[in-house]
C-alpha cells in the first residue's frame, strides 16, 4: 500500500509551517500529488497541582476566530526532546517549574496532509514562579479541579485536539471511578 | 486577548489546504504575523458492527511515512453537513451503510495555526455493501472487537488524534466497566 516520493516542490518555508507538494508513486504505479504541510512537532503538558487541579490557558486563536481553553503546548525547537520542550513551556506559559513529567500519548493531527506529532505529558510536584511569554503572546491562565476541566470536554467547551486527549488520559490515568 | 485581522496575504489555494499570512493586531496594539493553514474541516466515523466490532480502515499517510490504523474519515465538500459527510465516507471507505449516525464530539486539530474542525460520529445498524474509494485512495478495512482497538490506543499503535477521541469517546458512552 506504500506510496514513494517521487518530486518534491518546496512552496514554502515559514516560521511555524512549510508547504510542499510531493508527486508520489501510488501502489497501481500512477502518480499523484499530495499537498505536505511541514510542522516540526509539538508538545502539550497536563500540569496538575498539589491539590489536583489542572493548570490550562486561555488564549485567541485566529485560526478558529475564538478564545480557546487549551493544556499549555508549544512547539518543538531544533534539536529539543519533547519532554525538555514540555518543561520549558510549562514554565514560559504559566510559571510552574517541575522535573516530574510523565509521557501520556503521541498522536498526529492530522496524517493525512500534516506532519505535526504531538506529545502529552503529565507534569506533577509543580513549583509557583514567573511566567515568560513571548513577545506577542497574549494568554490567562485558568486552575480548575480536573474532574471540572473533564466536564468541559463532555460540554463542548474544551474542543482542542491535544486539551482533550491529556485531560481525559489524565482522568483515566487516575481512574474515573476514585 | 482578541487579536484582529488587518491584512491577508493568500499564498496558496489547493485541493486540500490553503495557506495564508495575516497581518494581525494584537492586544498591546502591536502587529504581528499569523501563519494559516486552511482547512474546509473534516469528519471521522466509529462505525460498531452488530457484534460490537468497530471497523477501521489502514492507509499509508505520506505525511507520516508510516501506514496508520484510523476510523474513517473524509473532509467536508462544499454545502455538505458533517452528518451527510460521514455517512458517504463511511460507505465510500468501508462499504457499509447506515442511517443511525450520532454526533461524538468535535474539536480543532491544532488551533494555533490551522483551522480545521473535525466532527466525530458514532455509527451503528450498518449495512453490509461495496467499497467506492476515490482513484488515488488505497486502504484496507479491518474489523476489531472496541476494547482490542483501545488497547491499540494503550499500546501507542493507534496514534491518530481522531481515532484516539473516537474510540475512547466511544467506550467511555458504553461505559469502561460494561
Same sequence: chains 1, 2.
Avoid: W
Avoid at 517521487?6 to 504505479?29: C, Q, R
Avoid at 512547539?75 to 509521557?103: D, H, M, Q, V, W
Avoid at 515568560?132 to 471540572?148: H, I, S
Amino acid at each position: 500500500m506504500e506510496e514513494f516520493v517521487i518530486k518534491t516542490e518546496n512552496l514554502y518555508e515559514g516560521k511555524i509551517v512549510n508547504l510542499k507538494i510531493e508527486t508520489v508513486e501510488l501502489p497501481n504505479k500512477k502518480y499523484s500529488k499530495r499537498e505536505i504541510v511541514e510542522h516540526p512537532g509539538g508538545v502539550g503538558v497536563v500540569p496538575i497541582t498539589e491539590d489536583g487541579k489542572v493548570v490550562l490557558v486561555k488564549q485567541f486563536r485566529i485560526a478558529t476566530g475564538k478564545t480557546l481553553i487549551e493544556i499549555p503546548a508549544g512547539k518543538l525547537e531544533p534539536n529539543e526532546e519533547p519532554k525538555e520542550t514540555a518543561i520549558r513551556e510549562l514554565k514560559e506559559e504559566t510559571g510552574y517549574s517541575t522535573e516530574n513529567i510523565k509521557f501520556l500519548k503521541e498522536f498526529y493531527v492530522s496524517p493525512g496532509y500534516c506532519t505535526e506529532k504531538i506529545n502529552v505529558f503529565l507534569a506533577t510536584d509543580l513549583v509557583a514562579g514567573d511566567q515568560n511569554l513571548d513577545e506577542n503572546e497574549f494568554l490567562e491562565v485558568l486552575e480548575l479541579p480536573l474532574e471540572q476541566a473533564y466536564e468541559k470536554i463532555e460540554t463542548g467547551e474544551i474542543t482542542d485536539a491535544k486539551t482533550i486527549i491529556g485531560i481525559t488520559f489524565a482522568m483515566l490515568e487516575k481512574g474515573f471511578n476514585e
